[in-house]
């Protein structure tokens, strides 16, 4: 498959300058999650001027459609999927700017980058003539950054059948091919009791110890990941419950009426989050019984843990296409972060593999990515398609 002359025509056929203005175009729209409406009516533009055909759907959030191509040869296939996100954190905004080979600004690195290596990867495919058999399908949404966005979007697309047989996502991740994935959620916890704030020598006997209830809490949650780091699974390592934050108090002697906790929750793939949400209730529970204050919890369910086979033909087709531009095979390992690909393997019961340009300053306002590793992307994008499809 992979011949001399099938890697140079991908290598010709992917456009060095053409990618870099995709993506200092994309970069050049200011688009936190939520607001990502002209930065994909710019993509969709400049895909229609590319002579695709595009599609629009709503997909669970009509105030920025998301952005779909499908192209396909003649002849039946797989599909292989690129998928990527528009929406940058709520940061001050970075414009665009090339210096040294290097892309700077909002979005470079996460994730419009890859996003731009994609569409190029598309473009490769298409103007080369390569591809024997199946087709691509190209998709770039809001919601993805949470908690502001909550996946509504990639779920409105996996709902509305916008789904590939495997689906690459060309995200910062780059050192590793990630096999599995913890699931996660944010906790929130507040412990409450009734009446006033109060000098500490005026308490009635009896009043509930809210610092007490939280610190009780907080134990527990540490017996409970003492337990889970007992169980290690392949590449993930193990589930853990972790408190990072505990506010209550106003001065040293007045009793407090209400005491804040947060933390994350983190699974493997194959629990039941029902289950692991239902030991959350319980844990808060027990303290409100034994404490008398009331103990609160949301569970705020982010992404659902994910594992692939590593012999899913996805994975070998881009092991191949690595080995074939001269790089070593990825090793297997975990996605440290949860992302799309947690939701496309879970909803969507598609192998989802994150891999995209080395890129750095991920959730800072110094974001950067070299374009040379968009063009490894991108040729790379195409070179798998060419043993998945
Ligand atoms: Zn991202």
């Known amino acids: 498959m992979f011949t001399p002359d099938v890697i140079s025509r991908i290598r010709g056929a992917v456009n060095r300058e053409r990618l870099t203005d995709t993506a200092v175009a994309l970069v050049g729209r200011h688009s936190p ?51 990527g996100h528009l929406d940058t954190v709520p940061l001050p905004y970075t414009p665009p700017r090339i210096e040294n080979g290097i892309l700077y600004g909002q979005g470079s690195a996460d994730m419009k980058g890859g996003v731009a290596a994609a569409v190029e990867a598309l473009r490769a495919l298409r103007d080369s003539g390569l591809l024997p058999k199946g087709g691509i399908l190209f998709t770039a949404h809001d919601h993805h950054e949470g908690p502001w966005g909550d996946n509504r979007q990639i779920e409105g697309l996996i709902d509305a059948g916008y789904t ?23 906790l929130e ?22 610092i007490g209830a939280g610190a009780e809490v907080v134990r527990r949650l540490k017996i409970l990941n003492t337990e889970l780091a007992r169980t290690e699974y ?36 194959g629990r039941d989050v ?6 959350f209730y319980a844990l808060l529970d027990g303290v ?17 843990g994910y594992r692939i086979d590593e012999n899913d033909p996805l994975v070998s087709a881009l092991q191949g296409a690595r080995v074939a531009t001269g790089d070593l095979p990825l090793p297997l390992g975990a996605k440290p972060f949860v992302d799309d690909g947690n939701t496309l393997c879970g909803r969507g019961g598609i192998p989802a593999i994150t891999h995209g340009p080395a890129a750095h300053g991920a959730h800072t306002t110094e974001e950067w990515v070299p374009v040379s590793e968009l063009v490894r992307i991108a040729e790379l994008y195409a070179l798998t398609a060419l043993t998945y499809c």
């Not at 029902?274 to 030991?279: D, L, N, Q, S, Y």
């Open 33 to 83: 999650t939520r607001q990502t409406r002209e930065v994909a009516d710019l993509l969709a533009d400049i895909l229609r001027s590319d002579g695709f055909v595009v599609e629009r759907p709503e997909a669970n959030w009509p105030e920025s459609p998301a952005v779909a191509v499908r192209w396909h040869t003649e002849k039946p296939g797989r599909t292989l999927q690129f998928d």
């Open 164 to 186: 590939g047989d495997g689906v690459l996502i060309p995200e910062y991740l780059h050192d590793r091919l990630p096999v599995a994935g913890r699931g996660q959620a944010v």
């Open 189 to 210: 916890i507040a412990i409450r009791r009734e009446g006033e704030k109060i000098h500490e020598v005026l308490r009635p006997p009896g009043l509930p110890d809210v």
């Open 234 to 269: 392949p590449y993930v390592g193990t589930e853990s419950v972790f408190v990072g934050q505990i506010h209550s108090g106003e001065i040293f002697n007045q009793s407090p009426v209400e005491c804040r906790i947060s933390g994350s929750r983190r699974w493997v793939a």
């Open 274 to 279: 029902e289950e692991v949400r239902r030991e």
């Open 288 to 304: 409100s019984r034994e404490t008398g204050a009331s103990v609160e919890g949301e569970f705020i369910f982010l992404r659902d």
